[in-house]
Nanobody, 117 residues
């Protein structure tokens, strides 16, 4: 399974970005698409995940501001990020999993999101 993330960039506080993650390869058994992030000096953390049937999980700090979605026909997941804060600055990674809550075995290359004025 290969994952290609895109859509990162520089945005002002309060702004929005949408990240995309295109999956390819042996994806027939992939159930869950997820987004993680890692800020400098911090551990990687879950942002949001979504299963094939639409079940979602969000980190508490992202609830109400971020929204994960997926287009199963296009094998693509999205992360809509609104009301961005400087503390959202991080490298964002997409990931894919056969299960739902276990650690994903497949990772994309990461895309930088910088929130700064």
């Amino acid at each position: 399974v290969q994952l290609q993330a895109s859509g990162g960039g520089l945005v002002q506080p309060g702004g929005s970005l949408r990240l995309s993650c295109a999956a390819s390869g042996s994806i027939s058994r992939i159930n869950t698409m997820a987004w993680y992030r890692q800020a400098p000096g911090k551990q990687r953390e879950l942002v949001a995940r979504m299963s094939w049937d639409g079940t979602t999980t969000y980190a508490d700090s992202m609830k109400g501001r971020f929204a994960i979605s997926r287009d199963n026909a296009k094998n693509t997941a999205y992360l809509q990020m609104n009301s961005l804060k400087p503390e959202d600055t991080a490298v964002y990674y997409c990931a894919a999993n056969h299960g739902y809550s276990s650690s994903p075995p497949y990772w994309g290359q990461g895309t930088q999101v910088t929130v700064s004025s």
